[in-house]
């Protein structure tokens, strides 16, 4: 998995590339720890995003609880793989997708 991460002010662009598991998910978590500090939008890019299991499912919830009530959080570019898996886990009625 590669994280790229680009900060614009308050906003914080988070693109992931690969497969966002249970050996990934731990490196994501950490890195979005370290990062949301000062952040009121948080913006997911998984137009490379080729895979999510349980657990890059319960980083991306964390996330979302995380900017709930400081701000905002959206998921784009999701393939129509993930975005099944979203569908099925009923992650699209908790997530903002774009």
């Known amino acids: 998995m590669i994280i790229n ?9 988070v693109s992931i590339e690969g497969r966002l598991d249970t050996t990934t998910s731990p490196e ?3 890195e979005l720890e370290a990062s ?15 895979y999510i299991s349980s657990s890059g ?3 991306l919830l964390s996330a979302q609880k995380a900017m709930n009530g400081k701000g905002t959080m959206i998921v784009k570019n999701v393939s129509d793989m993930v975005m099944e898996i979203f569908e099925i ?6 997530l903002t997708i774009e």
């Open 5 to 13: 991460k680009t900060k614009e002010d308050t906003k914080l662009t």
């Open 57 to 59: 499912l319960r980083v």
């Open 89 to 94: 886990t009923g992650f699209t009625d908790i």
């Open 36 to 50: 949301l500090v000062g952040v009121d939008q948080l913006v997911f890019d998984l137009k490379q995003l080729e």
């Open 28 to 30: 994501l978590s950490k």
